[in-house]
């Protein structure tokens, strides 16, 4: 089946660091990746997106590239600030399950803390 | 355009019971999926709803069931409630076929006693 594997956290990072948050998957099929990102006391809400291979997902100075040959999906970003501070997932929806039937499949989730 | 909304908020319960939770669509969506939130865990997909009939489900026992209405809106039922049920109950609705158009809603925080 499909599963999706994190980076575990809480990871801790100074304001202006670099961050990466790592993410791997196992698909039976052609999976779309997604990273949502959910802040406290919120819904989760989609940060990027990349539906194949080579494509690279960017919002908010967020980037993440979809590697087929490493099945991975890492988020990175160059430069976080507090704001950023929020639990992150990282999931798959496989078109394999036929169309209309898709769902999304997610990680455990990487708690993110940016300190001043 | 209005998001999507949930409710109740918070909700306590005893095991045995039985449990209702509500969600409004995101206008002009027609698809609502259902995932539920262990604490510390990431969202597992429970069922998804398309003209108000089960489009899918996730590896949950019947005693979880759902409605869709015309107004694409949505029930989620949990019947004879367990203590492993606490959790937060997210609602998604979603253009048909078009997961990356997910909009997910506040949750509703289950806690069973």
């Known amino acids: 089946g499909n599963s999706v594997t994190q980076m575990e956290g809480p990871v801790t990072l100074s304001e202006e660091a670099f961050l990466t948050i790592n993410c791997t998957y196992t698909?039976?099929?052609?999976?779309?990746l997604f990273w949502y990102v959910q802040y406290p006391g919120e819904g989760l809400q989609l940060l990027l997106k990349?539906?194949?291979?080579?494509d690279k997902g960017s919002n908010k100075g967020f980037e993440a590239t979809y590697r087929k040959e490493t099945t991975s999906f890492h988020l990175e970003k160059g430069s976080v600030q507090v704001s950023d501070s929020a639990v992150y997932f990282c999931?798959?929806?496989?078109?394999?399950?036929?169309?209309?039937?898709?769902?999304?499949?997610f990680g455990t989730g990487t708690r993110l803390t940016i300190i001043p | 355009e209005t998001g999507v909304t949930q409710s109740p908020t918070h909700l306590i319960k005893t095991r045995g019971q039985q449990v209702t939770l509500r969600c409004s669509s995101q206008?002009?969506?027609?698809?609502v999926s259902w995932y539920q939130q262990a604490l510390g865990q990431g969202p597992q997909f429970i069922f998804q709803?398309?003209?108000?009939?089960?489009?899918g489900r996730g590896n949950f026992p019947p005693r979880f069931s759902g409605l869709q209405f015309p107004n694409y809106s949505s029930e989620l039922n949990v019947n004879a409630l367990e203590l492993d049920d606490s959790a937060l109950y997210l609602c998604?609705?979603?253009?048909?076929?078009?997961?990356?158009?997910?909009?997910f809603g506040p949750g509703t925080r289950l806690t069973v006693l």
């Open positions: 998604a609705s979603s253009l048909r076929g078009r997961v990356d158009t997910q909009y």
């Open positions: 698909a039976t099929g052609y999976p779309s």
């Open positions: 990349a539906t194949k291979a080579d």
């Open positions: 999931a798959l929806s496989d078109r394999a399950s036929g169309f209309g039937n898709e769902k999304l499949t």
């Open positions: 206008s002009g969506h027609n698809t």
């Open positions: 709803y398309y003209r108000e009939e089960e489009n």
